[in-house]
């Protein structure tokens, strides 16, 4: 069909890049090669997947059909299927670029003013006056 602009950086994503080169439509190689404009945080980006965002997009759909088990055996057939669902689909997202080429980076968000914390005050209790009792001798002036 297509030449696709992806890197396979392994077999298991040549296998990937082989199947989508020999099956995918006009449409979804111009997909891949080019990238999807998508609006996010008020500006227009270019949506761009890679063969490494398909293989974690698929360990994910893999995880969901073990279904708590400790493995899935998936075949080739379904798995191509989703590579074909990953590149089609424009709600999945990669990476994404500004229209001028460069590597989208999403604003920060602001931090959260830290109010001062009020200084710790340190209350000292009175000491309580002490029961004394009176001595009625030192009152009178030393009688004797």
Not at 4 to 14: F, V
Not at 15 to 43: F, H, M, P, T, W
Not at 65 to 90: K, L, M, N, P, R
Not at 96 to 112: D, I, M, Q, R, V
Request: aromatic content about 8%; some cysteine.
């Amino acid at each position: 069909m297509g030449q696709l602009n992806l890197t396979a950086n392994n077999t298991a994503e040549q296998r990937i890049k082989d199947y989508l080169e020999q099956n995918a439509s006009e449409a979804l190689v111009e997909k891949i090669n080019n990238g999807v404009e998508i609006q996010k945080d008020g500006k227009t980006l270019i949506n761009k997947k890679t063969l490494g965002g398909f293989m974690n997009y698929a360990t994910e759909e893999a995880r969901k059909q073990a279904d708590g088990s400790s493995y899935a055996c998936i075949d080739d057939q379904t798995v191509f299927g989703w590579a074909v669902h990953y590149f089609e689909e424009e709600s999945i997202i990669g990476k994404l670029y500004n229209l001028n080429g460069e590597e989208y980076n999403a604003p920060k968000p602001a931090k959260s003013v830290e109010l001062a914390k009020p200084a710790k005050v340190e209350v000292k209790e009175q000491p309580k006056p002490q029961n004394q009792q009176i001595d009625l001798f030192s009152i009178l002036g030393g009688v004797q």
